[in-house]
């Protein structure tokens, strides 16, 4: 094979063959052949980039199936950790030595920042928990500017250029923060001195031919969020893994790696895709593509209350597989003032709100349990008792209450682990709800 210009003046690549032959007059004759083989040379590396693609997208639906199954474990055990933490915290100070206090302190940070690194995991796996709706992007990150100026260091120059006219996305605004504060400190880290890092935003239209080689992108209206670092960029090898969980290039206790991870998870749970463009010493730019929203505007999310949290004197059935989630939920629940009726078993929560003599006000229930899915208790129990209210919770979302981790609108759900403060409010909404929201 060799390299020739075309008489278009186009590179292309030829294949050479010769042979000699004797013709009848028994003269010996040569013959060379050039083929363009330019085609067929990009048909067998677009393939070969196919299943390479392939190949890392299995590895990482594997390791997302694993680290979702095991962040659902962790947090059940984390919950029954920072819950006793939680209520031990809460006795009264005068009984408790300082020394005591302060190893329970150390107890909930250490708990806290591992519930963290679970829900990095689980939106990793696209199994996060997530209640979207419909936002401006625009706004979102605004709102982040000052945040992340602090963030960054002083030497490093924040450019923030929203787009006019931007089109609107569904999704949790918890996961645009996510998403902006992970590309944004993986920005700083890649910078050394004086740099600058650019958030941009826009409207973007893709056609068939710009999703081709790209497998994650259909056609279609796109908002784009773009952060480009001056950093000292990614050569293709470093590219390759950079999604991958706990795949760092920082030194040992500088990083989990499970930053870009988390942003990967979250942006193909939301059905968008991600591009990267880097190279080695001229900085890097991450695109990530968010599909527009094309359906009618929806009232905005009430605000998180503020203040002590409510107490109350209703009935709660309490429904929970895992024995340490069931004791510590109710402990709490029965501190706030509630009557709890506790039992690991969804068949006995039955038998028990029919031996009930007073009123059941609300069932607070596992998703996934044996025998019977929380959400058909929910029904089985709300068919005998219409005045029931349901609060579902989990340590991640099955598909019997949202489809690939997003909930329903109006389903009330409490993510494990929580704290008490947590579960005082949520259970509260639930009650002061107006009977046709139940």
Known sequence: EFYFVHKSGQARIGEVRSAVYVDAAGRSNSIIQVIDVTERRRAEEEKAKLEAQLQQAQRMEAVGRLAGGVAHDFNNMLGAILGHAELALAEEGALMRPAVRDHLLEITAAGQRSADLTRQLLAFARKETVAPD???????????IKMLVRLLAEDIHLRWEPADGLW????????????????????????????EIA??????????GGCAGDPDCSPGDYVSLTVTDTGCGMDEETLAHIFEPFFTTKGIGEGTGLGLATVFGAVRQNGGFIRVDSEPGRGTSVVVLLPRYE???RPETAPSPEGPPSRGHETVLLV????????VAAAMLEDLGYTVIATQDPREAIRLAQMCIGDIHVLLTDVIMPGMSGKDLSAELHA?????RTLFMSGYPANVIGRHGVLER??????KPFSSRDLAFKV?????RRPDQK
């Open 199 to 208: 958030i941009q935003t826009a409207n973007r239209t893709i056609d068939e």
């Open 428 to 432: 509260r909404e639930v009650l002061d």
């Open 134 to 144: 419909v936002l401006d992007l625009n706004a979102c990150i605004g709102e982040m």
């Open 168 to 195: 609107p996305v569904e999704m949790d605004a918890s996961q645009v923060d996510q998403i902006v504060a992970n590309l944004c400190v993986n920005a700083k880290d890649a910078i050394t001195g004086l740099g």
């Open 410 to 415: 109006g389903v009330a759900f409490l993510h």
């Open 295 to 297: 359906g009618e505007a």
């Open 384 to 388: 005998r008792i219409p005045s029931l």
């Open 320 to 327: 929970e597989d895992e024995p340490a989630v069931l004791r």
